[in-house]
């Protein structure tokens, strides 16, 4: 299996604040590379897509980067709906497998 | 739009089946390209891939749980559903149903249900 490792596990910011949120894979995954958005008592929402591609919908102050091994998050100017959890996920090979998650929680 | 409505019983004893049925509307089960998923998370937050039934009727399991683990889909009823046999309290988890969206990405997930193993 690929394993998905994220970090940090939390971070602490603020309104307004730009982060950055890493993920990296086992193995070359590139570019099926997924983050997806948790709110608590919710399913995880998709954000972006292959590496880059936004969502329909997501607002575009959400970017994500990367190539082999090595995935961003980026969100920049946060906004209150922004403190949430972020997990990544490879579908280059089954079984698909996701990391543990980022959670991102007001300063 | 895609909806997806997960329903099933919340408590299940120890060694008997879990049985769980994704209904889905707005989309159709058997259309290309589509792949429906079920996925499970943890208490301690972490997400397992279980498996999938794509629009073929062909269906692909994680191997960790290829074992006990069934995917069916009634056409008809646009719905799929999930059978998990022998299971312990660390079968315990919210079970989501998804679609993913060519073997890409989990577009649309359903409200997900909390399973609890316990006697």
């Known amino acids: 299996d690929i394993q998905m490792t994220q970090s940090p596990p939390s971070l602490s910011a603020s309104v307004g604040d730009t982060v950055t949120l890493t993920c990296r894979a086992s193995q070359n995954i590139s570019p099926y590379l997924n983050w997806y958005q948790q709110k608590p008592g919710k399913a995880p929402a998709l954000l972006i897509y292959?590496?880059?591609s936004l969502q329909n919908g997501v607002p575009s102050r959400f970017s994500g980067s990367g190539s082999g091994t090595d995935f961003t998050l980026t969100i920049t100017s946060l906004q209150p709906e922004d403190f949430q959890t972020y997990f990544c996920?490879?579908?280059?090979?089954?079984?698909?497998?996701f990391g543990q998650g980022t959670k991102v929680d007001i300063k | 739009q895609v909806q997806l409505q997960a329903s099933g019983p919340g408590l299940v004893e120890p060694s008997q089946t879990l049985s769980l049925t994704c209904s889905v509307s707005g989309g159709s089960i058997t259309g290309g390209a589509s792949y429906w998923s079920w996925i499970r998370q943890y208490p301690g937050k972490g997400l397992e891939w279980i498996g999938y039934?794509?629009?073929?009727?062909?269906?692909y399991f994680n191997p960790s749980l290829k074992s006990r683990v069934t995917i069916s889909r009634d056409t008809s009823n646009s719905h799929f559903s999930l059978k998990l046999t022998s299971v312990t309290a660390a079968d315990t988890a919210v079970y989501y149903c998804t679609r993913d969206y060519n073997g890409l990405y989990f577009d649309f997930w359903g409200q997900g249900i909390l399973v609890t193993v316990s006697s």
């Open positions: 996920q490879q579908s280059h090979s089954t079984p698909y497998t």
């Open positions: 292959k590496t880059s």
């Open positions: 039934i794509n629009y073929r009727g062909n269906t």
